[in-house]
């Protein structure tokens, strides 16, 4: 025991003296696979700190007892709460208190950072004299909170930027990107980088020798927090920030640059009173409960299938544009991978597109072709046969589909399971004819594969759950989010963004200009305006899914959509509804400008989002989804709908059901039954208080 603690038990530290005099003070959180700091471990290390305060050890180290990494951060399900509550004030107060307990300590301390050090664990990292890494390539460290609607509450904002210099502190706190512990080394965030096994080691031996940092880096820490610094920097980061958020969507990087503008200068208590203000401001705000409410729906979805998958070897058909990227994307994430095409050029496209993506991903040049390996291309079709998961992705064409069904099925192992990227085709018309239902499904990937994070994993009547479950757990290993959806046309996300894209093509074609249409999406919070969504998907592509789904929601669909001219299929073709132009990063839309003083009409924006809530409101109704939640986290991560809304059935909740009913009907009114309302308006659940 040592001294001074007499008689003490700890629930969630490990208090030991090595022999060298340093005390290392591991954190264990009990009941708890992962170490996340609730406001019982900050009261517990306080405690600790204030009796090593009393009788200090010639250092002290803090480290992690769990392998599977350092802090993960607060408890996010406690900061919840307390919001509910109204007690966000103390919870931030006590994590500055303690912290600065740390701080304040009269021996030197460092922290030994292994795995994950996010949030808070970053933050009691920075309240220590040093930090050592370990060199693995699990280690990450960041201050995320940013996605999350706020900002580093517990002394991170007030102390990063004195450490590295205020450009590369904000840097980090205003995208929430993690660091390697060689990144972290090089701005001076870290220390020292050292192997696994020796990281405690060196940790201490850190707090009994100290080091000194380079003159660089002291120097950034001063001066560019001064008065000057501060006011030449501060517009700059704010109109970078106003280019990827806007003030009104997203408030938390102008309020953290404004926090920073006003105290960075001054001393520490100045600091963190600043700091704490404007995060207990943020916390109650609409934004940052919907991004914590999302940050839960990722871990949902994230749980859906476990770990248990089954599948090594994948095999794709159909090398176009989906197939190829879904095949390449899974042999980046570590699957054999063989891809089947009826000729040979449509392979070679998709393995040179492959490598394109290996060369933004894999940094390591050493490693890529170990990675490329995995991906072969496979003309004959032999991988069918070894194949635990086949992917189809031919055209979308229901007989074309059955007839390849039938000469795959009779080739695949007995546990195989045979799977569909259909985007629109109720899965009841496609497992008629198949002899092993129960292992056929859906895996309906989104474009570009490598950027969109969701998979909806299509059902229908005579599938297995189990087999659910290990699609689910390969989405998680492609680390993508799954989403069970019911088999009807559309599914989830195409149903429900159809009605929005189609609407957007009447309003075009009533002669309003794409600009401003574009313009009044991006102005609700969706990521790209719809006349630009059309257009990168393709015009020929929104005609398929328009006549699979036109009939089922009783819509009609205008002239640009129904009949698409040979080569003005848009971005593929460099021209659509716009003209697109080649640029170093790909294309972009020239789109141009509304005449001079154009009035966009006065309900634009309801004639967009109102037929995208009014289907969402019919698919929950139909069971497309198992509940709200699931709805809303499947249309984020498929459209991109504006996450600081939290999705349509939040938004519905949060702007009032009846008044968005009432606002649908007058539409219905003037432009017809297009806009009538569909069945659910009546569900309890849309008026329900925001969460």
């Not at 993508?480 to 009447?506: D, I, Q, S, W």
Request: net charge positive; aromatic share 6%.
């Amino acid at each position: 025991m040592l001294p001074g603690f007499d008689g003490l038990r700890f629930s969630h530290w490990q208090a030991t003296q090595r022999d060298d005099g340093v005390v290392v003070l591991a954190l264990d959180r009990q009941g708890a696979p992962v170490n996340a700091l609730s406001q019982d471990v900050l009261i517990e290390l306080g405690d600790i700190v204030e009796r090593l305060a009393i009788d200090p050890p010639k250092g002290v180290v803090f480290r992690s007892a769990k392998a599977s990494g350092f802090i993960a951060g607060a408890d996010l399900k406690e900061f919840q709460d307390f919001d509910r509550k109204g007690t966000v004030n103390d919870a931030i107060r006590r994590g500055q208190v303690v912290f600065q307990k740390v701080a304040e300590l009269p021996c030197p301390t460092a922290a030994a950072i292994h795995g994950f050090c996010m949030g808070g664990g970053t933050e009691l990292a920075l309240a220590c004299d040093y930090r050592v890494a370990s060199n693995d390539a699990s280690t990450r460290i960041g201050l995320p909170e940013v996605k999350l609607g706020i900002f580093p509450g517990w002394g991170g904002s007030a102390r990063l930027p004195r450490l590295v210099g205020a450009p590369a502190a904000m840097d980090m706190m205003l995208t929430g990107r993690t660091l390697s512990a060689s990144a972290a080394r090089g701005t001076g965030l870290v220390d020292k980088v050292v192997e696994p096994a020796l990281l405690e080691d060196a940790a201490a031996a850190l707090t009994l020798k100290g080091t000194q940092r380079p003159f660089k880096q002291r120097f950034l820490g001063w001066a560019t927090n001064t008065w000057p610094a501060r006011k030449v920097l501060a517009p700059q980061m704010a109109k970078q920030v106003a280019r990827k958020a806007k003030k009104d969507h997203y408030p938390a990087p102008y309020a953290l640059i404004g926090a920073w503008e006003r105290s960075g200068g001054s001393g520490i208590q100045a600091r963190l009173d600043a700091e704490r203000k404007a995060v207990v401001k943020l916390a109650g705000t609409p934004t940052a409960r919907n991004l914590i409410r999302i940050f839960f729906l990722t871990e949902r979805l994230k749980g859906l299938g476990g770990k248990d998958h089954g599948i090594r070897h994948v095999h794709v058909v159909g090398a176009g544009v989906m197939g190829g990227d879904i095949a390449a994307w899974s042999a980046y994430k570590g699957f054999e991978v063989t891809l089947q095409d009826r000729e040979q050029r449509f392979i070679d496209g998709a393995l040179a597109r492959a490598q394109e993506l290996f060369a933004r991903k894999v940094k390591d040049e050493a490693k890529r072709p170990a990675v490329a390996a995995r991906l072969k291309g496979d003309l004959a079709g032999q991988g069918v046969g070894e194949a635990d998961l086949v992917i189809e992705a031919i055209i979308e064409n229901p007989e074309a589909k059955r007839d390849l069904y039938h000469l795959l099925e009779p080739r695949l192992k007995d546990d195989a399971l045979l799977t569909t990227n259909t985007s629109s085709i109720p899965l009841d018309e496609l497992r008629e004819h198949i002899a092993r239902a129960p292992r056929f499904a859906g895996l309906h990937y989104f474009n570009p594969v490598a950027q969109m994070p969701l998979v909806e994993i299509v059902q229908h009547d005579r599938l297995d759950p189990a087999v659910v479950r290990r699609l689910a757990a390969f989405c998680k290993a492609l680390d993508k989010f799954p989403v069970p959806v019911a088999g009807t046309p559309g599914f989830l996300v195409n149903r429900v963004l159809f009605p929005y894209m189609l609407e957007a093509a009447t309003v075009h074609a009533e002669g309003v200009p794409g600009v401003v249409i574009d313009k009044a999406a991006v102005k609700f919070g969706m990521p790209m305006g719809p006349i630009e969504l059309i257009d990168t998907v393709g015009l020929d592509v929104a005609q398929g899914v328009g006549a699979e789904l036109s009939p089922f929601l009783g819509l009609q669909v205008p002239a640009a959509l129904a009949s698409v001219e040979p080569g003005k299929r848009g971005k593929k073709d460099g021209q659509g509804l716009y003209k697109w132009e080649r640029t170093d990063k790909g294309s972009k839309p020239v789109k141009p400008e509304a005449p001079a003083g154009y009035q966009a009409p006065s309900d634009l924006e309801d004639r967009l989002i109102l037929p995208l809530l009014n289907e969402a409101v019919a698919c929950l109704h139909d069971g497309v989804v198992a509940d709200a939640d699931l709805l809303d986290a499947g249309v984020i991560f498929g459209t991109g709908f504006a996450p600081f809304r939290g999705g349509p059935i939040q938004h519905i909740r949060a702007t009032g059901a009846d008044a968005l009913l009432e606002r649908l009907k007058a539409l219905q009114a003037r432009y017809g039954d297009r806009f009538v309302p569909r069945p659910g308006w009546d569900a309890s659940v849309l008026r329900q208080p925001p969460e």
